[in-house]
T-cell receptor
């Protein structure tokens, strides 16, 4: 079967670092994506990992371990505007279809 | 740059009424197109995807249908809405040769 697991909610303090974990089980893994979604808005693309290791992009970094079916999103120097839902999504290999399987998202609350 | 338009932004419809949501894409040719639904407090559910004009694949059985009459136009329809059709409908695209899936602004549908 296919399954994406991530924590439902997390709380962190402004200026701190937070790590959001995601585990996945898919029938033919071909990439891991992270999206940010503010309340009432569409998801926006944050990162894409297909090889093991860490991808850094400013304050956000994403890590992938394919052997463990595990990824995390690391947010540094947290700001109030980072309060949002963070969606983990795994892509199945399917030729041209590029279909993503999404987790239910982790709602991050950044407190002063 | 690639831009996705969706309309209407919000819609309130009675049970049993028809539905037509439109998605258009700019800035790319022959994209893969996707329709998702996000129910309140839940994850993104893939409804349909299309790899080309007239090519539609359905992911879940339901009373919705999709069509792609032009390369950059994707339409979601229903003949008779159900209460359970309420949700946030998102159109997404992947440009040829790219990995990232980008979302349109979404349509919030309330069925009463």
């Amino acid at each position: 079967g296919q399954n994406i697991d991530q924590p439902t909610e997390m709380t962190a303090t402004e200026g701190a670092i937070v790590q959001i974990n995601c585990t996945y089980q898919t029938s033919g893994f071909n990439g891991l994506f992270w999206y940010q979604q503010h309340a009432g808005e569409a998801p926006t693309f944050l990162s894409y990992n297909v090889l093991d290791g860490l991808e850094e992009k400013g304050r956000f970094s994403s890590f992938l371990s394919r052997s463990k079916g595990y990824s995390y999103l690391l947010l540094k120097e947290l700001q109030m505007k980072d309060s949002a839902s963070y969606l983990c999504a795994a892509r199945n290999y399917g030729g041209a279809t590029n279909k993503l399987i999404f987790g239910t998202g982790t709602l991050l609350a950044v407190q002063p | 740059s690639q831009t996705i338009h969706q309309w209407p932004a919000t819609l309130v419809q009675p049970v049993g009424s028809p539905l037509s949501l439109e998605c258009t894409v700019e800035g790319t040719s022959n994209p893969n197109l996707y329709w998702y639904r996000q129910a309140a407090g839940r994850g993104l559910q893939l409804l349909f995807y299309s790899v080309g004009i007239g090519q539609i694949s359905s992911e879940v059985p339901q009373n919705l249908s999709a069509s792609r009459p032009q390369d950059r136009q994707f339409i979601l329809s229903s003949k008779k809405l159900l209460l359970s059709d309420s949700g946030f409908y998102l159109c997404a695209q992947v440009a040829p040769g790219h990995n990232e899936q980008f979302f349109g602004p979404g349509t919030r549908l309330t069925v009463l």
